[in-house]
């Protein structure tokens, strides 16, 4: 690519390094990065983009060598990510001496891989884009070496622009002459381009196209419609956040009467005003990865605007993120007059149970009839990757979605294994995860395996990643279930498959994010996952390794009645539950009555089903046993999307603990959560059957539902610490890990790990890889690691 620079070394004696530098080196301006460090620490060599990681080679004088090197550690590209730098020396003779320091062409090399995640829109470009003067004035693909799409252009490695979805973009002779510039920001930058040689914005089955397209689509915006609008890794639905006509009509064209929306806010400052925002959160809000962040709502006089209510209905936090890309920023400003909201709904873009369209074909047949407008652009999604979403834990990030901005970035387990191997996932919230030694990469996020699109994508999103990440894995790993989508995806790759029990997988994702090696009591809670009994199993404690697993305790088991309607329909099983504790229809009835669970025919109809064990199924779900109690409580009898009766369980228990510090004492008669009581298989059963007796009598002696909620988390966080406590005794285990979708109720986890670290416990919970569905992927790749080795 040219002569950089040329040094005058006279007869000084030089020493030369080979230096590969592995991480997130491509697609962030590292090679640039390197050659101005050489220059400033006037060094001659090379800096090759290998693909796995950069080679250099670093000649000059001993002091000169160490300052480079130096300045390679602590000042690398800002959206860099290093993991490691092996340094070398070499002798001159072997490569010669070098006259001047060159940036050389990219060479495909086998090795250790890593893919940059999409990178938010820099704030250098930011100001380029609003200025007037500036040649990408109001460009709405403006980027640089420090920010632009990355994994979702992406067709091969080494990240150059001839393998990316850019090639179809060829530059004009002013971004040509910038990306071949070693002086600028957009030195070797592959998606660089400007208006007049980038792509276009564009309304579908429209005339309109870049300028006009963004007038008509704020234009819209502002008079209340409903826009489809694509973006880095697929289509948003986007709407007035603070007009509340707008978003119920969103609601109801997309079916989704309650769960809250995603909301875009303008700028920081914005989010500030409807927002409790600590630094932590902040810093994470205006970072590179942009993720969606639940944040705590402001409380509002009567008379204050912003969001309206039914952003977020009846949930105490919302769901934010700021602009990440260009369009998006211009969607709140532009230089035509038309006054914005300083909110936006940002919903996915996709029909219910599909993936996130990514192109003008899927957005047409799917989001036509859910919105106004669509405004597309002409450069193709490779990857699609929804926004990711994270809650906070005592002051540090908690990952609910793993997606854009973080995927494929890899967990780095430190165990010698040595394979590759492929993991389908879940079947709800699904990611798959390909593990190559001990590197495994959780893929973006792909949604639910139920609708036969979704498993297209997935199986689509696989052979993609195999083929970036140059991979022919030797074992399929998948759930244990028969009937699973991903399990059938994992059939049909024609590999050996590995099945792993659901809660299983959970319990070793949480070992491989935490880098566990030895054994741990997992505590698996979650919905519902296929046991190895034929049972459905969710509230568990399991004892568990890389090699293996015991069961060695659940909640007490009930009988789910049903099939699929009782997981959206808690009532069910709060009767069921109730009908175990009496023994007795009538009685059953009467409380029923009292509660006002349903109707005298259905609980009827139900009952005959318990009896019969007619369309029942044995059950140990934690998820359900949250369901229940939030309908005894008369808090959610139905739920319109998945943990809705779950979630508002927490909120009221949360409610409560902010007014009163205090509980009454266990009632007379309420079992105490150190009585054992066993299953033939003599396995530990946490007596959660007791626990619904005693919230349903106080219940219907009026006692107020958010302190039920409460005492209903306090004391089965005690039965989950009294049960570990039993496990340690017997087994001497003295690490707990916690796992599956019910902790990401953040007071159950606070509940249980504090009280766990009283009993002197080790405790593993998950950070950046999610606790529900979305995470199992990376346990089932870690097992089938192990299976590899062991020969199985």
């Not at 890990?737 to 790990?753: D, I, P, T, Y």
């Amino acid at each position: 690519m040219g002569n950089l620079y040329v040094l005058d070394r006279g007869k000084e004696r030089m020493i030369t390094k080979k230096i590969r530098v592995y991480g997130i080196v491509q697609g962030v301006g590292f090679r640039p990065t390197v050659s101005r460090h050489a220059a400033a620490a006037g060094i001659t060599g090379s800096v090759c983009n290998k693909g796995p990681y950069v080679e250099i080679f670093a000649q000059g004088e001993e002091k000169c060598v160490k300052d480079f090197l130096e300045r390679l550690e602590k000042q690398p590209p800002k959206r860099a990510a290093i993991l490691k730098i092996n340094t070398e020396d070499v002798k001159e003779e072997e490569y010669g001496k070098f006259n001047d320091f060159q940036i050389i062409e990219s060479e495909k090399t086998k090795g250790e891989i890593f893919v940059s995640p999409d990178i938010a829109i820099c704030e250098e470009c930011k100001k380029e884009m609003y200025d007037p003067k500036d040649r990408r004035y109001l460009h709405p693909f403006i980027n640089c070496t420090c920010c632009g799409p990355r994994l979702t252009i992406l067709d091969a490695l080494p990240y150059d622009r001839e393998r990316t979805s850019m090639k179809e973009f060829p530059m004009c002779p002013d971004c040509a002459s910038e990306y071949e510039d070693p002086a600028t920001r957009r030195y070797d930058a592959q998606p660089v381009c400007c208006n007049d040689c980038g792509p276009e914005v564009y309304l579908t089955g429209r005339e309109e196209r870049g300028r006009s397209a963004i007038i008509a689509t704020r234009k819209m915006i502002h008079d209340g419609g409903i826009v489809a609008i694509k973006g880095i890794g697929g289509f948003h639905l986007c709407c007035d956040a603070t007009n509340e006509e707008a978003v119920q009509r969103l609601r109801t064209l997309k079916n989704r009467p309650v769960k809250p929306f995603a909301v875009m806010a303008r700028d920081v400052e914005a989010v500030k005003q409807e927002c409790l925002v600590n630094e932590v959160q902040e810093e994470i809000l205006d970072g590179h990865q942009k993720p969606i962040l639940l944040l705590e709502k402001r409380k509002k006089s009567a008379d204050s605007t912003g969001l309206c209510k039914s952003v977020a209905p009846g949930n105490p936090k919302v769901g934010i993120m700021l602009p990440y890309a260009p369009v998006q920023m211009l969607l709140f400003r532009y230089d035509d007059g038309i006054q914005m909201p300083d909110y936006l709904v940002m919903t996915s873009g996709n029909a219910s149970g599909a993936p996130i369209c990514r192109d003008d074909k899927e957005a047409v047949e799917e989001l036509s009839q859910l919105c106004d407008l669509i405004l597309s652009h002409d450069r193709k999604i490779r990857i699609r990757a929804d926004d990711s979403v994270m809650d906070f834990y005592k002051g540090e990030p908690y990952m609910i979605r793993r997606s854009r901005g973080y995927a494929p970035l890899p967990m780095m387990v430190t165990m010698p294994w040595k394979g590759q191997v492929l993991a389908a996932g879940g079947e709800l919230k699904n990611t798959f995860c390909i593990g190559v030694d001990g590197r495994f990469y959780l893929s973006p996020y792909v949604g639910d395996l139920e609708d036969l699109r979704t498993v297209k994508a997935l199986q689509e999103t696989i052979h993609r990643f195999e083929t970036l990440l140059e991979v022919e894995p030797e074992v399929a790993a998948c759930d244990l279930h028969p009937k699973y989508n991903s399990t059938v995806v994992a059939e049909e790759l024609g590999l050996p498959v590995v099945k792993i029990q659901h809660h299983y997988a959970h319990i070793l994702s949480c070992m491989a994010e935490n880098d566990r090696k030895e054994q741990v009591i997992g505590v698996a809670f979650d919905g519902t996952g296929y046991g190895t009994d034929g049972t459905i199993w969710g509230g568990e404690l399991l004892l568990a390794d890389y090699h293996g697993f015991e069961r060695m305790g659940s909640i007490e088991p009930f009988l789910q009645i049903g099939g699929d309607i009782s997981a959206k329909e808690g009532w069910r099983i709060a009767v069921s539950l109730i009908y175990q504790q009496t023994q007795d229809k009538e009685q059953t009835m009467e409380i029923v009555k009292k509660l006002n669970l349903c109707s005298e025919p259905e609980c009827k109809v139900l009952l005959a089903m318990a009896d019969r064990k007619m369309n029942a199924v044995t059950s140990t779900s934690a998820g359900r046993l949250f369901d229940a109690v939030s309908a005894i409580l008369g808090i959610r009898t139905k739920s319109t999307f998945e943990g809705e009766a779950s979630m508002a369980l927490e909120f009221a228990a949360e409610a409560y603990e902010k007014e009163i510090w205090e509980i009454d004492e266990p009632a007379d008669g309420e079992s105490d959560p150190d009585e054992e009581k066993k299953e033939p298989e003599d396995r530990l059963i946490m007596q959660t059957g007791s626990l619904i007796k005693y919230l349903t009598e106080k219940k219907t002696e009026g006692i107020q539902a958010e302190k039920l909620a409460y005492i209903f988390h306090q004391k089965l966080a005690d039965l989950i610490i009294c049960g570990c406590r039993k496990i340690r005794k017997k087994t001497k285990c003295n690490c707990v890990a916690l796992s599956g979708g019910v902790f990401q109720n953040r007071l159950l986890l606070r509940m249980v790990e504090e009280g766990l670290e009283k009993e002197h416990f080790t405790v593993l919970r998950h950070h950046l890889i999610p606790a529900n569905d979305g995470g199992i992927a990376l346990g089932q790749a870690a097992y089938a690691m192990q299976y590899i080795q062991e020969g199985k």
